[in-house]
């Protein structure tokens, strides 16, 4: 994960549980002089639209004090919603038999996208079944991770 990354994280996300919510994420997107901050709450019994509200009036006012982006910047907060992305080994674990599509940081076997069932984690790696054949990702190399809503008729 980028400095910058983890330094946002351990600025929004003791404002996020200050507020009764789960810190279920962040992504940060530098794009020259206009950048985006997305961060994804959850709650027990969903995210309201105030919730949003208030975590993303709250974290302004604290990225305004810190100013760790100097740049300007569109700060997004939101539910991570059916197609939730998945951050950590802690959600990749609650996740277990789900339908997940990944992007690796690194082509594995000529491929840097895979789809398939998260079968569990070990260690610090993630185990996904494609195609009857279990992969072994090591956190570090996944890109990007989210669920595949899986609707039945």
Known sequence: MAKKETLLIDLAKPVVEALGLEFWGLEY?????????????????????????????????????????SSEYTLEVS??????????????????????????????EGRRKFSGILNGIEEDEVLVVVDQEEYFFPIENIEQARIVPQFDN
């Open 29 to 69: 997107k530098p794009q020259g002089n206009h950048s985006m901050l997305r961060i994804f709450i959850d709650g027990p019994d969903g995210v309201s639209v105030d919730n949003c509200a208030d975590v993303s009036r709250q974290v302004s006012g604290l990225l305004d004090v810190e100013d760790p982006i």
């Open 79 to 108: 539910s991570p919603g059916m197609d939730r992305p998945l951050f950590t080994l802690d959600q990749f674990a609650r996740y277990k038999g789900h339908k997940v599509a990944l992007k690796l940081n690194l082509a594995y």
